[in-house]
């Protein structure tokens, strides 16, 4: 592997990102605080050799933005003998919607009714079966882009037209899901080592309640039923450190929506002010695993 520093055996942990921003300049600087040698691993420039290497961290916070080289760097750095965090398995979980949703399911955690199909025509049979309004959303995808709202059968086979000219196999599956009727907001939970640390509303102009997309945030009372979902949804797909969205219906019932391998959690943390700090907590996370 190329671009590797020359700290063996001094116990340092990497963050792997290829854009840094707001997030992980908070991590350094909780890093720097409690005087925890790190160095900023940017993957554009790794390579890895098949078999198991010495490397010069002990641990490795992943919070690589392309999922991709989020997966297979993990996959590198585990085999290598480095504990990743979050781990390869979570984060392909966490980066495909379809295995996040079985991973919910097989834990019994209540999630919108959602179909894969393995077709474009399919995937309309799905909706048929599913009712309208629903979403067609991308398998790998965050922060709401390409996720499209279908409010009856001639969008969906409109949209499902131009999908089944896309190239590539992957592009021709359809995850599609019930449309909740939800009172103007979700809720975004960020769980830490299996503890949740809080929870805040997020509330947009549109359907979409995304914080890359404007959406704002305020704090959430974390509910113990909040606190139970999150913390279960989080531990169902593997993650240590999860961003956990949830959705009201019109009655009040909580559905777990999906789980973020790399949380972003500038809305959370402007919510939350001094009183939660997640880089921090982040931190001493890593410090934990490192001391077991």
């Known amino acids: 592997m190329s671009s590797t520093p020359e700290h063996p055996g001094d116990g340092r942990i990497a963050v792997l990102a290829s854009r840094v921003g707001a997030d992980e300049k908070r991590l350094f600087d909780a890093l720097d605080r409690r005087g925890v040698p790190f160095d900023h691993v940017d993957t554009r420039g790794q390579w890895f050799t098949a078999g198991r290497r010495p490397m010069p961290w002990t641990h490795v916070l992943n919070r690589e933005i392309g999922q991709t080289r989020a997966a297979y760097a993990a996959r590198c750095l585990a085999a290598a003998g480095v504990e990743v965090v979050n781990s390869a398995d979570a984060t392909e979980v966490c980066g495909d919607k379809w295995r996040t949703t079985l991973a919910l399911e097989a834990a019994g955690l209540p999630t919108p009714r959602t179909a894969l199909g393995?077709?474009?025509?399919?995937?309309?049979?799905?909706?048929d079966h599913i009712g309208y309004p629903a979403l067609v959303k991308p398998l790998v995808g965050s922060w709401g882009r390409l996720v499209v709202r279908l409010p009856d059968r001639a969008a969906a086979e409109g949209v499902f037209e131009y999908v089944g000219a896309l190239?590539?196999?992957?592009?021709?599956?359809?995850?599609?899901?019930?449309?909740?009727?939800?009172?103007?907001?979700?809720i975004r939970a960020v769980v830490v080592g299996g503890e949740l640390l809080g929870a805040v509303y997020r509330t947009g102009e549109f359907w979409r309640t995304n914080v890359a997309l404007g959406a704002r945030t305020r704090p959430c009372?974390?509910?113990?039923?909040?606190t139970k979902l999150s913390v279960e949804a989080a531990s169902a797909v593997g993650a240590d450190i999860a961003g956990v969205d949830l959705i009201e219906d019109r009655d009040g019932r909580l559905l777990v929506l999906e789980v973020n391998h790399r949380v972003e959690f500038s809305g959370f943390q402007s919510a939350f002010g001094d009183r939660v700090d997640v880089a921090d907590?982040?931190?001493?996370?890593?410090?934990?695993r490192a001391q077991r």
């Open 281 to 288: 907590r982040i931190v001493e996370h890593l410090r934990e």
């Open 167 to 186: 190239p590539g196999p992957q592009s021709h599956l359809g995850y599609v899901q019930e449309l909740i009727d939800k009172p103007g907001r979700d």
């Open 118 to 127: 393995l077709t474009p025509q399919a995937a309309l049979d799905a909706l």
């Open 221 to 226: 009372e974390a509910s113990p039923e909040i």
